[in-house]
């Protein structure tokens, strides 16, 4: 498939789901950044992995070919009725021209923070001194352990980024976003869904690939773009319906942006 035949599916379909899955993480990206390893052993040992999404943000958002591909994705959306799911936690989708209402980020965010402990109703904006702090120990070479948070009002603990890092991750971070998806997707049912799956391994395929191919086996309108180097194949029963296409998607998406 090329971009043609890509934007011609898209155009011609009622409305788009959107799949972004580890690609956009761009690990071979920050593996190559000798202070982010630093980071991530010191991060590792003193046990504050919570950290993470927005280590990853800080270390990610100078990323040109990462920015062109989000902005490539804006693009291709531009007018359509869409969904975007994505298991990033680092919040770069959100300084596309992508509604911030169609964006449900399940697997956390670094912009709210909650209870270390999972309190219910613990989850709140992130306040900009506590992200302050972590953009210190990255560049400023603080002591991660240092890292004073505000205390969570139910049990007195310490609040962390609500994200899957978390040691209890508050899923409720991400609850209001979750029924306007789903509310959302009732209302592809009869009509023509293309699924564009873009980087999704197996870490998250529960929340990404599973659930679109269970999607596009029961509503016959429907297609699947599958973008994955390794895992782009798409399983023999809904095959007729789903292209796959072997290349990193940010490779891919940042490859057709000067023709789209
Ligand atoms: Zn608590």
Sequence with gaps: ?????????????DMVLVGIGEDFEEKRYLQQNDRYCD??????????????PYVNRLFLKDNHKLQVAYQTLAKLLEGKNYFVLTSCMDGLIRETSI?????????????KM??????????????????????????????????????CE??????????????HYAEEGYNAEWSLYTK????TVNKKL??????????????????FEKIVGLNQKSSLIRIHKNLYQIPVEISERGQGISQNAVDFMAEIAEIC
């Excluded at 564009?196 to 990404?208: D, K, Q, R, Y």
């Design 99 to 111: 509604k911030p209402e169609r964006i449900v980020e399940p697997c956390g965010t670094y912009s």
């Design 184 to 187: 959302w997707l009732q209302g």
């Design 154 to 167: 139910h049990c007195n603990g310490p609040v962390v980024l609500n994200s899957l890092y978390a040691e």
């Design 39 to 52: 980071c991530c052993g010191q991060i590792a040992q003193t046990g504050a992995e919570w950290v993470m």
């Design 114 to 151: 909650q209870c270390a402990s999972g309190c219910a109703n613990s989850v709140q904006d992130t306040y900009a001194q506590l992200l302050e702090q972590i953009e210190n120990c990255c560049f400023e070479q603080k002591d991660w352990s240092t890292i004073d948070t505000v205390k």
């Design 1 to 13: 498939m090329d971009i043609i035949e890509l934007k011609k599916h898209l155009e011609e379909a």
């Design 194 to 211: 293309c699924i564009l799956e873009l980087g999704s391994g197996m870490m998250f395929a529960n929340i990404l690939r599973f659930r």
